[in-house]
């Protein structure tokens, strides 16, 4: 029995695209209509590719006894292993929004921002509004549930 590959050749997950979430009341434009997020939709890879960037792997080293590294019962050299979650949510996040771009050398300069991952606690300053951002991020990338219908109408209720 053969497989019809072509039943798993999808152009969406080729080109995965963007998703467009509603803005908040803090940008608005000239009519005063919230602008739309535009959050590009990572993939899977490229998600593992930027929290890898955020690992560091450091030998554990005795700084009593010349700085050698200790090596554990098992006779293999200890390591300390660390990830920082939190920068590596950051540039996801900035990696992914496209409206706005949050590492948009204007937009940078006017805020007199240096590093591109301070942008989001900057575009984003109040907790909800963050929160918001950072749900639309996790459902554009497929890191959240999408909600349905009767949960959206209940969160505009409130």
């Known amino acids: 029995m053969s497989i019809n590959m072509k039943a ?17 009341d803090r940008y608005t434009d000239e009519k005063g ?24 792997r450091e030998v554990y080293r005795d700084k009593r006894n010349g700085d050698r590294p200790i090596i554990g019962n098992n006779g293999q050299v200890a390591v300390i292993n660390d990830y920082d979650g939190d920068s590596a949510g950051l540039e996801i996040m900035v990696e992914a929004f496209v409206q706005p771009k949050l590492d948009d050398p204007e ?17 984003f300053p109040d ?32």
């Open 8 to 24: 798993f050749m999808k152009p969406e997950l080729k080109d995965r695209g963007t998703m467009e979430f509603p803005g908040i």
């Open 33 to 56: 209509k919230p602008i739309p997020f535009i959050i590009k939709r990572l993939s899977m890879k490229e998600i593992k590719e930027i929290r890898n960037n955020h690992k560091t």
């Open 107 to 123: 937009l940078m300069e006017y805020y007199g921002v240096i590093d591109r991952l301070d942008m989001p606690n900057i575009i």
């Open 127 to 158: 907790k909800d509004d963050f929160k918001y951002a950072d749900d639309c991020l996790m459902q554009a990338c497929g890191l959240a549930s999408k909600k349905d219908d009767k949960e959206i109408v209940e969160e505009l209720k409130k």
